[in-house]
Nanobody
């Protein structure tokens, strides 16, 4: 499967961005999808995940209440709506398709990764 993430950019603290991840080449709707991020000098971390149908979501504590993940299986696209952005949200954000319908927070449970989109939040 090929994943194309976009929507990153430069935004001031308190602002919003919406990331998109478009998938092709696989039955996208059968698998959980997640967003991860990697800040400079840090490990990649789980941000948010959504199960195959969109009926269940999961968030890292650091983004809970500020970020919303959603999916449109008809369009093979997953979104990450980010609000109340903070400088510590600055990172390269990657979408990933999992091995099953269930959301996992571990990198090892995701086989397909997009190239990443850079989000920079200025203070």
């Amino acid at each position: 499967v090929q994943l194309q993430a976009c929507g990153g950019g430069l935004v001031q603290a308190g602002g919003s961005l919406r990331l998109s991840c478009a998938a092709s080449g696989r039955t996208f709707s059968s698998y959980a999808v997640a967003w991860f991020r990697r800040a400079l000098g840090k490990e990649r971390e789980f941000v948010a995940g959504i199960n195959w149908s969109g009926s269940s979501t999961r968030y890292a504590d650091s983004v809970k209440g500020r970020f919303t993940i959603s999916r449109d299986n008809a369009e093979n696209t997953v979104y990450l709506q980010m609000s109340s952005l903070k400088p510590e949200d600055t990172a390269v954000y990657h979408c990933a398709v999992g091995r099953s319908r269930i959301i996992y927070s571990s990198v090892s449970q995701y086989d397909y990764w997009g190239q990443g989109t850079l989000v920079t939040v200025s203070s």
